[in-house]
């Protein structure tokens, strides 16, 4: 089949379209061209708007005009004749309304337990103490709160199977940091005697250039014990300003840094400028977005066995070996300032 179908087609090589073209006429020419832009209306060669022929013989309206558009929608809707029904609707109702069945309502008759008239007489003079012994004791913790339980008594109007719920008290939120930003960096660039404490505590708006300018002022500056960073949205680049600062610094007693995005980049540069710095007594680096790792807590433990100063280090530690080491290096330095305290009184 296949050879007798490409012996057919032989017959066409020597065929010559263009003289075939030029014996058509301008209406043949014009079915030609609409049977072959029918033959492959979806040639993805061609643009969207020439894949299908024109077949609008209307001429253009001109520009586009809302209004008038509207006003014919508006006139063709109402002389179009709606359909009418099968059957013309009359508001009639057939059938049975449904009517649900009522239940009797079942009376229900309280159970009356009677007790021995020993067991009655005991039960009448217990106080409330030994009743809410007994009922601990039987297993009913349904028929006393646990304020009762816990302190042993009971309301006025005796025991029942309603748990009162104890009244609580409104916790209300933390009211923001009142601290001004730019007036506590330019104090402590001047170094401010009388500013020896920096709260920016959960000030989540400090951009990072400023919170490195911090760092930069705090290496100078000589009156500021307490600097408190936590939730600040701190990163390591922030870590490793203060970091820097630590080196230079000799004023500064305590450090937090809590519940920040510190990672152990950040921590590894803080513990190396720790074991140049011997004046800083508590630093403060828990609760951040992620942990810092084994190898980070490791050199944590060894930096606190090699520093004498640090007698707070706020950091839960995840492994039970730089947690032993760091418990056991905190402990030697809390020994060393009571001898310093104690051979001072003397």
Not at 200 to 217: E, R, S, V, Y
Not at 276 to 304: F, P
Not at 318 to 332: C, E, M, V, Y
């Amino acid at each position: 089949m296949a050879l007798s179908y490409k012996k057919d087609l032989d017959k066409y090589k020597e065929i010559d379209e263009d003289e075939i073209l030029n014996k058509l006429s301008a209406e043949e020419l014009k079915q030609l061209e609409t049977a072959l832009e029918e033959m492959d209306p979806e040639n993805a060669l061609l643009p969207a708007g020439m894949r299908q022929k024109d077949q609008t013989t209307k001429e253009a309206t001109g520009t586009f005009n809302r209004d008038r558009l509207l006003n014919y929608l508006e006139k063709e809707a109402l002389e179009y004749k709606d359909r009418e029904d099968i059957v013309p609707f009359t508001g009639e109702k057939k059938g049975k309304a449904f009517v649900p069945k009522q239940r009797p309502i079942e009376a229900r008759q309280e159970e009356v337990t009677t007790l021995d008239p020993e067991l009655e007489e005991a039960l009448s003079s217990a106080t409330d103490t030994e009743l809410c012994d007994l009922a601990a004791i039987l297993g009913v913790h349904t028929l006393v709160t646990s304020t009762q339980t816990y302190d042993g008594t009971m309301s006025k109007e005796g025991f029942n199977n309603v748990i009162k719920g104890e009244k609580m008290n409104p916790v209300f939120d933390e009211p923001p940091n009142p601290t001004n930003v730019e007036e506590t960096l330019q104090r402590i660039k001047s170094n401010d005697g009388s500013l020896t404490e920096v709260n920016l505590n959960n000030i989540k708006n400090i951009p990072i250039p400023t919170l490195k300018d911090f760092a930069k002022a705090m290496e100078r500056n000589s009156t500021v014990k307490k600097f408190s960073l936590a939730a600040t949205r701190s990163n390591d680049p922030i870590a490793v300003a203060f970091g820097d600062m630590l080196r230079e610094n000799k004023t500064l007693r305590s450090l937090n840094l809590e519940s920040n995005f510190i990672t152990g980049v950040g921590v590894q540069a803080l513990v190396d400028a720790l074991r140049d710095n011997d004046t800083l007594i508590e630093i403060k680096i828990d609760n951040q977005r992620q942990q810092l790792g084994t190898t980070v807590e490791m050199e944590i433990a060894k930096m606190l066995e090699e520093n004498n100063s640090i007698v707070k280090f706020g950091y839960h530690f995840t492994q039970q070996g730089p947690r032993s080491r760091a418990a056991a290096a905190i402990t030697k330095n809390n020994d060393l300032v009571r001898r310093r305290r104690v051979e001072g009184d003397l």
